[in-house]
Each structure stands twice: as structure tokens, then as C-alpha cells.
């Protein structure tokens, strides 16, 4: 190794190779953060208390509608529960690792965005990393929860293929729910206006991903298949783990195109997040 001449910094260390490199540099940078926030005790817990309120408050209103309706297009209690499980498992893990994605119109009007595109790591792993999500922690410990109290009331064969098929279920939940908020990320690099999608996007999934597709009306079930996809964060990987595989709409494939959908959605975010940036280096 040479060294330089005297007065002459040296050149700066590049980053680790991708996608390893970038995953350690993000576990490294996540880690600080939440060492951070636990510096305060009082404000994680606060957090981690906001994520179990608001999850919460999600299954007090289904359990107020099962008081009423003992079942809901033919699906049980448990049934149902295994698909609030599922996408809520998914959107745990979405906020733990990339909810910092919903900080972007933050970032943006605070102009630390502009440091961001400065510094040698991608811009969006710097997005994913800028604060360590605290409140994910309730999120998941409600999710989890819910899983439990949902495998006591339904009667599952958990052979290893319905364990591994439930696993890339919560798997492709939490792509899906990345590629739409990317999407979204995409557009409020060109349309600033365009931020309170995320809380569209948020609340829509909260209010009908917990449910049957089958109580909804043709044009909702459309749209959640087709349209903005949420049923594949939940309802149909469910049906095929309870046997309503036959009773879904449109088509029984569907069940088993949870993790493909995810994909495609996640190539046409990666797409749009980088026609987005492009735009916005531009015009920004």
C-alpha cells in the first residue's frame, strides 16, 4: 500500500460490495439508532406503546363486529384473525426495516434529502436508516399476538410446506407493502402534494386488508386484487391455508401468487423510485 504524498488525503475508503456490503452498512447504522433511542427509556417506551395502541385498536374494532356476526363470508373468527396475522406480521416487519420511507415528504421539506444524494451510500438505503422505528416493536408484538390467539382457534396442518407457505406469505406481505410505498416515494420526489397517499395507503390497508374480500363489493375486490393489491398482504395466502382456496374471487391461482406479485411490484417500484430520483436531481 502506497502512501501519499505529504498534504494529500488520502483517497476515502470505498463501500462494501452490495448487497452484503450495504445490508451490514444499514445493521450497522440501525444499530446506532436504536441505541440512540434507547438512551431515553421513557420515549421507547412511548413508541413501542404507540405501535401496540394503534395495532390494538385494529383488532377491538373486528372483535366488536364478531360480536355481532359470529362469521364473515363463511370464515370464522380464527380465520379471519389468520388474516390480520399475516398482513399485520408484514407491516411490522415493513416499518422495522423500511418505515422510515414514510419520513421522505420530512426529509424533504427539512432539506436533509439534499445530504443524503451528497454522501457516497445509495440514497435509499440512507432513507431506510435515518431513524430507528421504534414504534415496529409494538407493531410485531401485537402481531404476534395475534398469531397466537389465531392458531389456538383455527385447525391448520402445519406440515412443512404450510409452515414454509405462511412464512413467504408475511415475506411477500412486507414486499408488497414496500413496493407500494415506493411507488408513492416516487411520486412525492415529483408531486410534492402527493405525500398524504402514505397515509391513505396506510389506513386502507388497516381498514380492509384485515377481511375477507369476499364482503366487499366486485368493484372493491377488483381494485384490492388489481388495482392497489393489499389482498395478497393477507387474504388470499389465508385462504389457502384454511381451505377457502375454491370460494376466492376471480380465480383459486391467486393463492399462490402472493410472492410473484410482490416481485413484480417490487421491479416497477425500483423503476419508478429511480425515474423519481432522476426527476428530482433534475428539477429538485
Request: hydrophobic share 55%; net charge positive.
Amino acid at each position: 500500500m502506497t502512501t501519499p504524498p505529504p498534504g494529500v488525503r488520502p483517497a476515502p475508503r470505498p463501500l462494501p460490495a452490495a448487497p452484503v456490503g450495504r445490508l451490514r452498512l444499514a445493521a450497522v447504522i440501525m444499530r446506532a439508532g436504536l441505541r440512540s433511542q434507547l438512551a431515553n427509556r421513557a420515549d421507547f417506551a412511548m413508541a413501542v406503546a404507540n405501535g401496540v395502541t394503534y395495532q390494538i385498536t385494529v383488532l377491538l374494532f373486528a372483535s366488536v363486529i364478531f360480536s355481532r356476526f359470529p362469521s364473515l363470508g363463511g370464515w370464522s373468527l380464527g380465520e379471519i384473525l389468520l388474516i390480520s396475522s399475516i398482513r399485520m406480521l408484514g407491516h411490522g416487519l415493513y416499518m422495522l426495516f423500511f418505515g422510515n420511507l414514510g419520513l421522505l415528504p420530512h426529509l424533504l421539506r427539512e432539506g436533509r434529502f439534499e445530504a443524503f444524494r451528497t454522501r457516497p451510500a445509495p440514497v435509499l438505503l440512507q432513507v431506510f436508516t435515518y431513524e430507528a422505528p421504534v414504534n415496529a416493536l409494538g407493531d410485531l408484538v401485537v402481531a404476534v399476538a395475534s398469531l397466537g390467539v389465531c392458531l389456538s382457534l383455527v385447525d391448520i396442518a402445519w406440515t412443512p410446506a404450510a409452515v414454509l407457505f405462511l412464512v413467504l406469505a408475511v415475506a411477500s406481505a412486507t414486499a408488497l407493502e414496500l413496493a407500494l410505498n415506493l411507488h408513492i416515494a416516487a411520486l412525492v420526489l415529483r408531486f410534492r402534494g402527493s405525500e398524504s397517499l402514505f397515509f391513505w395507503l396506510d389506513n386502507t390497508a388497516a381498514n380492509f386488508g384485515n377481511y375477507p374480500l369476499s364482503v366487499f363489493p366486485a368493484a372493491l375486490q377488483a381494485a384490492f386484487t388489481f388495482g392497489v393489491p393489499i389482498a395478497f398482504a393477507g387474504y388470499y395466502p389465508a385462504a389457502w391455508l384454511t381451505g377457502h382456496a375454491a370460494s376466492v374471487p376471480f380465480t383459486p391461482l391467486l393463492v399462490h401468487l402472493s410472492p410473484v406479485v410482490a416481485l413484480l411490484l417490487l421491479l416497477s417500484a425500483r423503476t419508478a423510485w429511480r425515474a423519481g430520483l432522476a426527476w428530482y436531481a433534475r428539477n429538485g
